[in-house]
């Protein structure tokens, strides 16, 4: 147990616990090296050299030094809301919730009795019906089984929202891993964890070994129906409006009708089946797999769900195949940075809105959207001038920017957590209170209005992101802070670290997705064909580019799966260093050397740096086969080296003879 101190109970976090505050540094770089043959080394390498992996991290970096940080913030927060006593019933909920979580003793006492109730739920199933009001009542626990929905805007009506049946079901990270032979000594370890876990529950040798083999065979028969990432980002592809009349034709023996009405489905005469293909095999699953080994499948599920509020035997379970032997993680996360993750997730804007009070600043907020304002200024003039686009594609293109939104460090309104009860000693019980109030939400708001005040992001989130239904970007306020953005260092390294991040945003809205929406968010064609078969064209280049890149030996980058975020890093670089250039032209007292750099220099180390990292091989390799973003070497080094003006920049080192790189620019 990683306890040192406690009071009341609980666990308390150390001064000496507050991670370094991350930040650009020209300490950071190796000037040994020169940046023609290795920017990444140029630009990090003593960053890298000093800065070694944590045992309970798989990876780390910028993103996650500034994470650590928040979440040392947030840990405080929720200590002092949880031992100090307070009016304020938004501290009341979160404190509760925190300690409930650090009540090590009671948690080790209760077992697996937290589960005992969802498991009745599952040994109440005798045939289909049964099975769909269970999967319902599982649903809205949190347990994700067989499949998966949600309520987002209706791609080609994004004004209102629209129920999403997603594939889902599989415990493994994605189809690959049940096939591949790459992927053969993660199956059986996975098999493996899963008979440990039935064990752990009371089964006895025998039962758990064949439980476990149930599972995976059905987990394997839902993975062969299911699509691989890359083809889960065509959002055409991805979009099936089924009526509901014509539902139980379309998907045989799914019971899906059953499973709407048990969610109490609002009144809409359609839902969205993302993958049909998976819902038609699952018609079909139901009908030759027996209801015994549902029974088996779903209770795992349950264990699967449970495992990491559960006690430490279960923890440790869970982490030895989830984080040690999927991600390399050597050791799990002190007990209360998880509990500041979980709090995170399912009561995160009540935490969002103490951390906003306590840490953003209005004046970063404004610097932001000063920025915001130069980085589309540039976009317009780029599409007000792009030689390969039509007028015709030109001007629909320019309403669709006009129209772009820009939210900035928190949401005008923020959610009412106030019907969840919440209580002191029952932690899994506040989980599932907390999942079942978002579930509830996400269900009562189908075919209701978008409601364009929310975020799809905490205030405190380290990231951003670009919506193409509500025609958005969104830049929370944790991610405004160094080495994203940092007040106090000049406007070169925040044009690169942070203009780049709204800039790639930006050009999300123009990408190989984002282009299929209009100016109202809705999913249709308004190119011309000529256009489109121009950007693909371009396109490909990128996909060319990226899927040569070797990250470990045969192990290549994914060019389709990476292709979006590619092109917005592309493009977020190439258009925040001209907004820096005009920047610099308007106010020539700002061109200065530093540390021995220009502005145009320091853009580039300032893109650089923020994706500095470390990354432990299975994590690697783990988002290599799932992940849209190319690894984070890559990000820091492509987009700079196929600039068009990075050989001007740096006309001062010694250009080597070897691998150059072509010009990349769609946008």
Known sequence: MDYVEERAGIYIIKDDEKPESPAFSAKYMNTDVNPFQNFYEFCNGKWVETHPIPHDKAYWGASMELIERNRYILGRILQDCALLGTDDP?????????????????????????????????????DLETMIAALAKLHSMGVSAIFSLDSNGDEKNSSIYALHLVQGGISLPNRDYYFLDSFTEIRKQFVEHVERMFSLYGLGEEDASNAAKKVFMVEKTMAEHSRRPEDLRDPEKNYHRVELEQIEEKFPGTGIMKYLSHIRLPDTDYVIAGQPE?????????????????????????????????????????FDFFGRKLMGQPEPERRWKRLVSIVNSLLGEALGRIYVEKEFSEDSKKRMEEMVSDLKEVFADRLSKLEWMSDETRKKAMEKLSRFRAKVGYPSRFIDYSSIKV???????????????????????????????????????????????????????????????DPNIDDAVNYGATGGTIAHEITHGFDDEGRKFDADGNLREWWTKEDEEKFKSRAKKVVDLYSSMEVLPGVKVNGELTLGENIADLGGVSIAFEALERRLSRNPEKRKTIDGFTPEQRFFLGWAQSWRANIRNEMLKLLISNDPHSPDKLRAELPSRVHEKFDLVFENYKKISGRGYETIKIW
């Not at 009908?287 to 449970?306: H, M, P, Q, S, T």
């Not at 907390?434 to 209701?448: L, M, P, T, V």
């Not at 951003?464 to 929370?476: D, Q």
């Open 90 to 126: 938004v501290r009341k909920m979160v404190g509760d919730f925190y300690y409930s979580g650090m009540d090590v003793n009671r948690i080790e006492k209760l077992g697996f009795k937290p589960v005992e109730d969802m498991i009745c739920i599952v040994d109440g199933i005798q």
């Open 278 to 318: 998976f819902f038609e095999n699952l018609g079909k699953m139901i009908r030759e797999v027996r209801i015994a080994d549902w029974r088996i499948y779903l209770k795992w599920k349950i264990l699967r769900f449970a495992a990491p509020f559960l006690h430490e035997q279960a923890y440790n379970e869970y």
């Open 423 to 485: 209580s002191r000693d029952d932690y899994l019980a506040n989980i599932m209170r907390s999942s079942a109030f978002e579930f509830r939400r996400q269900i009562d708001r189908i075919n209701s209005p978008v409601d364009h005040e929310l975020w799809e992001m905490t205030p405190q989130t380290v990231n951003a992101y670009f919506s193409p239904t509500n025609n958005e970007i969104v830049f929370p306020a944790g991610i405004l802070q160094p080495p994203f953005f």
